[in-house]
């Protein structure tokens, strides 16, 4: 696949978009985020909540879908990284503030993902 810029930025490079900048915060149709790296299924619509933290946001992944390392790339501030199982690209983090049933919050780059629709 070919990234744009920004995409490749957030996936290969580990960075991060502005709050609120993806369509992706706001989606609210069924179907599955999907890895904008690879295609590979990362989250159910049924697991999208509104964070109020300005980036899509779940309280699960679909079964085997990503893979979570320590990141202590802040200093004072560890944070669990969430990659794409399938390609290693970097979609974001994941916290303990998330709702029922799991208390999880994974707060998502929206460009390190599209849409399927079901």
Partial sequence: RVLSS?????????????????ALN?????????????GAPLFSSEAKFNSGTGWPSFFEPLDGAVVETADSSIFF??????RCKSCGGHL???????????GLRYCMNGLAMDFKAA
Avoid: W
């Fill in 92 to 102: 974001g983090h994941v916290f303990d503030d998330g709702p029922p049933p799991t």
């Fill in 26 to 38: 706001n989606e609210k149709r069924r179907g599955k985020f999907v890895c904008a790296g690879c």
């Fill in 6 to 22: 920004g995409q490749y930025r957030i996936l290969r490079q580990a960075g991060t978009e502005l709050p609120r900048s993806s």
């Fill in 77 to 82: 501030m560890p944070r669990t990284e969430v």
